[in-house]
């Protein structure tokens, strides 16, 4: 595979594993986890248990594809990183911190238990989470193209 098809596929790998992992949190925390209190009898609980494990699959996957594919970007752009300089790679450090706690998060909270009605707070903790992710990832991107964009501005004379 060549590089720029890796690239292309990396990419499109850690932007499908983000939109899986806060899909998944917005379906917890908006509907299965209220849903979940007015479970009544068995058949309602045991198609509950296969929406939890179907999510819990989903997760571990996002979580994977956005690791592996997070290292291989990071790999890729440190040239950029370093030419948008330290701000940026303080923000991406932020960035991969709160990913990384958030990632141990869900996986120190079983899906299951995150349904409950007192896991509210929780559930509503890990989404706000994984927003202020995708934002610190979108600023860092500006920051990082901006920086490339001026270097090359700077080297063809500035026209």
Not at 108 to 113: F, I, R, T, W, Y
Request: proline share 1%; aromatic share 8%.
């Amino acid at each position: 595979m060549s590089d720029a098809i890796l690239s292309v596929v990396m990419r499109w790998l850690h932007i499908a594993g983000a939109a899986m992992l806060v899909g998944s949190l917005f379906f917890i925390v908006f509907c299965a986890g209220p849903a979940a209190c007015w479970l009544e009898n068995e058949r309602d609980r045991s198609v509950m248990k296969q929406i939890e494990r179907r999510l819990r699959l989903m997760m571990t996957l996002a979580a994977v594809a956005l690791v592996l594919a997070g290292l291989y970007n990071w790999m890729l752009m440190a040239e950029q990183y370093r030419i948008a300089g330290p701000m940026s790679w303080g923000l991406l450090a932020v960035k991969v911190s709160l990913a990384a706690i958030l990632i141990a998060l869900l996986w120190a909270q079983d899906v299951g238990l995150m349904m409950h009605r007192s896991a509210r707070s929780w559930r509503v903790a890990c989404l706000t989470l994984a927003l202020i992710v995708i934002l610190l990832a979108a600023v860092v991107r500006y920051l990082r193209l901006d920086a490339v964009m001026n270097q090359l501005a700077a080297l063809s004379g500035g026209t």
